[in-house]
């Protein structure tokens, strides 16, 4: 059961946008599809949808196939039983808050639609609003119609296509934990599409990163922070310090000379020059000289070459070995000042590209 995708493709003239992707989706889980614009995302979503038609491959909704283009097996979107949020609402003006839910119920031929609209407007906390137009309503409400309508059928997939950019921050918060208490309630599994890292990794059961029309890593939101497979997926979730270290007689060094203690689960060549990765929330500021005394933890000295106050925290830029690191403190620090940073063996992981 779920959604399952195996080998996609899809050719926009000589452009090959997705090439031959393969995953799948529990029921009831909440993968997101993320990456930067143009990797394809979107078009994979559409193409689950039935919005596009593929190049290649398969995808089946719940065991039953609804596109293959070896069989040559399409089946239009109305019938696939989805729903689906869009970036833009979507809502009609002209229609009330009830009748942009009841729409596509009426469209496929259902009477009558008056539970099914109560049921839907509850759950979105909308039903006492149900008589007002688009107009009145915030950009948030708004959202909140389109989510109704797309669960009013009670489909068997949800999709999601960037449906918070045109929120601001805070309703942004609000509505992705809106999205993830209705995907739970429901049970259903859900696709979600965006560039928003703090979406991703704050909603979903798993992510897949996408880069060119490739899977460049599918797993947990844990995984996909903590344990990245190269610098890209690194640097596109999250904040990233990049070490350039080189092994040498067993150690590994920066740039001066400065011998490293780092995670060891990836294993290179003496002489390697690889990239290592550090989190600025893994560093920690000591304004004072102290002692090294694990092992463990590596101390390293730099030069405080900007701060800025960010709320809830101050993020120093530090001149290191001749790298720039960044850190997060709450104590400010002003340029030139000479600190130590440090951090601990397990929070510098090698990437292998």
């Not at 208490?181 to 696709?191: F, G, N, Y």
Request: glycine content about 8%.
């Amino acid at each position: 059961m779920g959604i399952s995708v195996r080998d996609l493709v899809k050719v926009y003239g000589q452009s090959t946008v997705i090439k031959g992707i393969s995953f799948e989706v529990a029921d009831g889980e909440f993968v997101t599809l993320l990456g930067p614009s143009g990797c394809g995302k979107t078009t994979t979503l559409r193409s689950i949808a039935g919005l596009d038609t593929i190049d290649g491959g398969e995808i089946r909704i719940n065991e039953k196939i609804v596109s293959n283009t070896a069989t040559g097996i399409f089946v239009p979107p109305h019938e696939r039983n989805l729903g689906m949020v869009f970036q833009s609402y979507a809502v009609w003006p002209h229609l009330t808050v009830a009748q942009n839910v009841a729409f596509p119920l009426t469209v496929r031929g259902i009477r009558d639609t008056t539970e099914a609209v109560k049921w839907a407007l509850d759950i979105v906390g909308m039903y006492e609003l149900a008589n007002r137009r688009p107009s009145e309503l915030s950009g948030g409400q708004q959202q909140r119609v389109a989510l109704a309508r797309a669960i009013a059928g009670k489909p068997q997939v949800l999709l999601f296509d960037e449906p918070l950019s045109n929120l601001d921050a805070r309703l942004r918060d609000r509505t992705r934990t809106e999205i993830s208490r209705i995907q739970r309630e429901l049970k259903v599994p859900a696709i979600y599409v965006t560039h928003d890292q703090t979406e991703a990794l704050s909603m979903s059961d798993r992510i897949i990163v996408m880069s060119a029309g490739l899977t460049i890593q599918d797993g947990s939101p844990k995984q996909i922070y903590h344990q990245p497979v190269n610098r890209f997926v690194a640097d596109f979730i999250g904040n990233a310090n990049f070490l350039q270290v080189r092994q040498q007689s067993g150690q590994w060094t920066l740039p001066d000379g400065t011998v490293l203690s780092v995670c060891p689960e990836t294993q290179h060549a003496h002489g390697d020059q690889v990239t290592a990765l550090v989190r600025p929330e893994a560093i920690q500021v000591e304004c004072d000289p102290v002692v090294q005394t694990q092992h463990d933890v590596n101390r390293v000295t730099g030069t405080v070459l900007s701060s800025m106050f960010l709320g809830q925290h101050i993020e120093h830029v530090v001149s290191v070995a001749g790298l720039e690191l960044r850190a997060f403190s709450r104590t400010p620090l002003e340029v030139g000042r000479a600190i130590t940073l440090s951090f601990h063996a397990n929070d510098c992981r090698l990437l292998s590209a």
